[in-house]
């Protein structure tokens, strides 16, 4: 069963601006990915947040974690039209097996 | 990077008719895949666990009888849909983990539709 939920929903914004999607999660993990997919394609990998990490960067992204609260974040900044897509993160509780959350779709206006 | 395959890649077929979707691992061995169903707008869904050389894992509520799941060799997993009906149309997505620690990789799907 799906055991994450990813708020908001959707999310529009204008180009330039930061786009922030939340994560929350029920059971203890291993890790935490963050992942994209454009419509109707298969999904990329973005970044992978461990059980012992609290903040990670990537380029123009920005990950956090906070196990205590079982929740994750990620923040695209300076976000272009071509970062819109469906956001999803997935966690991993061990054994490569993962559970998706419900997913963003983050809309980047031109 | 390692890359994931499917084929094919888009599928309609009558109901009552039995499809074949094919996972391969391009440039790496995968001891283990990974099946995933996706309806419209809805996030993935984990139907199976494919093992090289031995029976799959079901999710649970995931009928195996329907879903056959053969791993036959460390580069190729087969999803067999058997007697597919319309509600089985979805979006299927496999996976493997990655030669390196904690990473997976998709394939690009397959898109089923039962007419």
């Known amino acids: 069963s799906q055991q994450g939920e990813e708020d908001p929903q959707a999310l529009s914004i204008q180009e330039g601006e930061n786009a922030t999607m939340n994560c929350s999660y029920k059971?203890?993990?291993?890790?935490l990915q963050w992942y994209r997919q454009n419509s109707g394609r298969g999904l990329v990998h973005l970044i992978l947040?461990?059980?012992?990490?609290r903040e990670k960067h990537s380029g123009r992204l920005r990950v956090t974690l906070d196990t205590s609260k079982k929740s994750s974040s990620l923040l695209i900044t300076a976000s272009r039209a071509a970062d819109t897509a469906s956001y999803f993160c997935?966690?991993?509780?061990?054994?490569?097996?993962?559970?998706f959350g419900e997913g963003t779709q983050l809309t980047v206006n031109p | 990077g390692a890359v994931v395959s499917q084929h094919p890649s888009r599928v309609i077929c009558k109901s009552g008719t039995s499809v074949k979707i094919e996972c391969r691992s391009l440039?790496?061995?995968?001891?283990?895949m990974f099946w995933y169903r996706q309806f419209p707008k809805q996030s993935l869904m984990l139907m199976a666990t494919?093992?090289?050389?031995?029976?799959?894992?079901?999710e649970q509520g995931v009928e195996k009888d329907k879903f056959l799941i053969n791993h036959a060799s460390l580069t190729l997993s087969t999803l067999t849909v058997t007697s597919a009906h319309p509600e089985d149309s979805s979006f299927y997505i496999c996976?493997?983990?990655?030669?390196?620690?904690?990473?997976?990789?998709f394939g690009p799907g397959t898109r089923l539709t039962v007419t």
């Open positions: 996976s493997a983990p990655g030669p390196w620690a904690y990473e997976q990789y």
């Open positions: 059971t203890s993990i291993n890790n």
């Open positions: 947040i461990r059980s012992n990490e």
């Open positions: 997935a966690t991993d509780a061990g054994g490569s097996r993962l559970t």
């Open positions: 440039d790496f061995q995968a001891t283990t």
């Open positions: 494919s093992n090289e050389g031995s029976k799959a894992t079901y």
